[in-house]
């Protein structure tokens, strides 16, 4: 069982890292193009050349501009806030490279990165402050979310959510991060990601953390983990930890319910069988001719039931396999990501 867990997390760990790789992960803006050669293209070509280094050298998070009045480049980098320096180099290098790609003339273009997600926005115009909600990227993992209880499901991860907002929201001018889980049932654990551009205020913060969430519970409520992505910022949530947990980062989400009653003991034996000896004056025989037989019965209902465990786990691996299978074809399909 744990074996399984372990390797369906693993598994669903690749899947979501596919995902984010293969997916376009850059938008142009339609907002105006410049011209091979032009004075703004050299600029922008120009910060973004150094940004890898700069945003890595400086804690993940870098703002620059270059150039005069129509050719002045706005650039902003971010990378995830559990990124060694080396994770976010290597993160900006390559957004910034796609983006470039993607994006030859654009005059403002925006790049997620890849797993972990990093940001890399450049524009002719002031982004920093600024909150912008649109674009989004999204997406989800096919499989749902495997408790008895949505119900129960959905009040544990609001109020997770609900906290990590919070947690995010209220961090510094250089970081906007939070990390924070919680148990919806002894088994079952809700891990969850949020992380702004920190020149946000916090107000502005705690809204496009929450429209994130939002947008989520529209797009994909019921599926088993999923990521929101807008310019500003980052989301995403899963049932295994995919994030370098940092306890100074971390949200404690608020225990909601008594800690679910799932593991419950089994119903001890009843003492009553026991049989009284002498005084009653029962035979050794009738002793034994009551004895024997429930030692007989009890050997062989021990045997039907093992029997009956290994039968099931047997069948319980073959359909998960089988789950596995269809995850992995169905995810073929969901690569394209949502996108608005
Ligand atoms: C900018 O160039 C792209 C092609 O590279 C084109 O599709 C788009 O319409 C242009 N936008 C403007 C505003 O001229
Ligand atoms: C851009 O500049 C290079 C060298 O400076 C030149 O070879 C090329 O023809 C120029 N391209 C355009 C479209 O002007
Ligand atoms: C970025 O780093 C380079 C060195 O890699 C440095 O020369 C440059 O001044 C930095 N850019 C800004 C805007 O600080
Ligand atoms: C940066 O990315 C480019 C394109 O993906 C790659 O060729 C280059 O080796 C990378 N540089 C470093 C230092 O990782
Ligand atoms: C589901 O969970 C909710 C909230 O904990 C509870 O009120 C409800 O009775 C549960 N429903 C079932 C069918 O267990
Ligand atoms: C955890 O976060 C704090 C504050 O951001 C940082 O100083 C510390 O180095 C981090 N620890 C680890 C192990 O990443
Ligand atoms: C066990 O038997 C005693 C009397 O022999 C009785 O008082 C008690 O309620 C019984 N307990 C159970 C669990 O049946």
Same mark, same amino acid.
């Given at each position: 069982m744990r074996l399984n867990g372990i390797n369906v997390s693993f598994l669903l760990s690749l899947l979501i890292s596919v995902c984010l790789a293969t997916a376009q992960k850059e938008r142009c803006y339609d907002t105006g193009n410049f011209t091979t050669n032009s004075t703004y293209g050299r600029n922008r070509d120009q910060i973004l050349a150094?940004?890898?280094?700069?945003?890595s050298s400086n804690g993940g998070f870098f703002t620059a501009t270059?150039?005069?009045?129509?050719?002045?480049?706005?650039?902003?980098?971010?990378?995830?806030?559990?990124?060694?320096?080396?994770?976010?180099?290597?993160c900006i290098n390559s957004s910034m490279h796609k983006l470039i790609a993607s994006c030859p003339n654009q005059k403002e273009a925006l790049s997620w990165g890849a797993d972990p997600p990093c940001i890399v926005r450049y524009a002719d115009r002031l982004i920093f402050e600024v909150l912008?909600?649109?674009?989004?990227?999204?997406?989800?993992?096919?499989?749902?979310?495997?408790s008895a209880n949505l119900t129960q499901f959905d009040l544990v991860w609001e109020s997770l959510m609900d906290s990590v907002v919070k947690k995010a929201s209220t961090g510094s001018s250089t970081l906007k991060y939070a990390t924070g889980e919680a148990d919806v049932t002894t088994f079952l654990k809700i891990y969850a990601l949020m992380q702004c551009t920190p020149d946000l205020s916090q107000e502005n913060c705690d809204s496009c953390l929450r429209q994130s969430a939002i947008y989520y519970q529209g797009c994909c409520h019921g599926k088993q983990g999923g990521y929101v992505q807008k310019p500003n910022c980052l989301f995403r949530w899963d049932l295994y930890?995919?994030?370098?947990?940092?306890?100074?980062?971390?949200?404690?989400?608020? +225990?909601?319910? %008594? $800690?679910?009653? #799932?593991? +419950?003991?089994? %119903? $001890?034996?009843? #003492?009553?069988?026991?049989?009284?000896?002498g005084d009653g004056g029962i035979a050794s025989q009738t002793l034994a001719a009551i004895f024997v037989p429930?030692?007989?019965?009890?050997?062989?209902?021990?045997?039907?039931?093992?029997?009956?465990?290994?039968?099931?786990?047997?069948?319980?691996?073959?359909?998960?396999?089988?789950?596995?299978?269809?995850?992995?074809?169905?995810?073929?399909?969901?690569?394209?990501s949502l996108a608005s």
């Open positions: 150094s940004f890898p280094a700069n945003v270059l150039g005069q009045d129509s050719n002045k480049v706005y650039a902003l980098g971010l990378c995830r806030g559990d990124s060694s320096s080396d994770i976010c180099y290597s912008d909600l649109e674009p989004t990227d999204a997406g989800y993992n096919t499989g749902d979310v495997p930890p995919f994030y370098v947990s940092n306890a100074s980062t971390s949200a404690t989400a608020p +225990s909601l319910s %008594p $800690p679910p009653a #799932t593991a +419950s003991p089994p %119903p $001890p034996f009843s #003492t009553n069988t026991t049989i009284k000896r429930i030692v007989v019965i009890f050997i062989v209902a021990v045997a039907v039931i093992a029997v009956a465990l290994l039968l099931k786990r047997r069948k319980k691996t073959r359909q998960l396999q089988d789950v596995n299978g269809k995850l992995f074809l169905d995810f073929n399909l969901f690569v394209g």
